[in-house]
């Protein structure tokens, strides 16, 4: 049996417009060569995944022959930290060829950490080098807190109320972690009902609403610019 969370906007009037919730975004993947310049990512909502692998004869620092449980706290990599003490449900697994960060909750407080991916080193004899090695490329992980002050469906049958009491007013608010999903999932859409047997379009409730989303934070804004002549619930 499906577990959902409501939500509740009241339109100056009451727009009561009930939202549910579930699933992921595409992730983003990475190439990191010795000698190029690195890259970062910067995590805002738990739907996020970072795929990443080091280039041709490298290999990561901290090295790790499975999941990464160590990062970097500076960008030489002189000190390391353990990934969860940082963020505590963070997971770097290893596939078969690239590693993906993955997280169920964002951090209290904004968390920046580094790999490197360095490059296996050819010696000849006598230890000396064949080849010259190339400089480190770095990843830099930017892990954000949630927005601070938005109203958020985080537990399974609890209901958020929004008040939308004047022309061009809007109101923010978030979907939990457990029901990262809004439905209707068309933006256009709404649920008139606490029921959420039947949905309706967004615009026959308030003439000029709009829903929109922060690709992101996950933050969603509802707009209002004209009151209906009644309360709508």
């Known amino acids: 049996m499906a ?14 417009a009930s939202f549910f919730f ?52 500076k960008e030489d990599c002189s000190t390391n930290v353990v990934l969860t003490q940082l963020v505590p449900t963070a997971t ?29 080193t050819v010696v000849g004899v006598g230890g000396r080098r064949l080849q010259d090695t190339p400089s480190p490329c770095l990843i830099k992980f930017t892990v954000k807190t949630k927005p601070a002050g938005i109203p958020e469906c985080a537990s399974k049958d609890t209901n958020v109320d929004l008040k939308v009491d004047a022309a061009g007013k809007h109101v923010q608010f978030l979907c939990g972690d457990s029901f990262p999903t809004l439905d209707p ?15 309706v379009a967004l615009t026959s409730i308030a003439s000029g609403a709009t829903l929109s989303t922060s690709s992101e934070t996950d933050v969603h804004t509802l707009a209002v610019p004209n009151l209906p002549s009644s309360q709508q619930q």
């Open 3 to 16: 577990v959902f969370s409501r939500l509740f906007v009241a339109v100056a009037f009451t727009t009561q």
């Open 22 to 73: 579930a699933s992921a975004a595409p992730s983003v993947n990475s190439t990191c060569a010795p000698g190029t310049d690195g890259f970062q990512f910067v995590i805002g909502k738990v739907s996020q995944q970072a795929v990443f692998k080091c280039g041709d004869n490298a290999k990561l620092k901290p090295e790790t022959s499975s999941d990464v449980t160590q990062v970097c706290t």
């Open 92 to 120: 770097i697994k290893k596939g078969n060829d690239d590693y993906t960060f993955s997280l169920t909750k964002l951090p209290e407080t904004e968390q920046i950490f580094y790999l490197q991916c360095i490059s296996n």
């Open 185 to 199: 999932k068309t933006v256009t859409e709404v649920y008139k009902d606490s029921s959420c047997s039947q949905s």
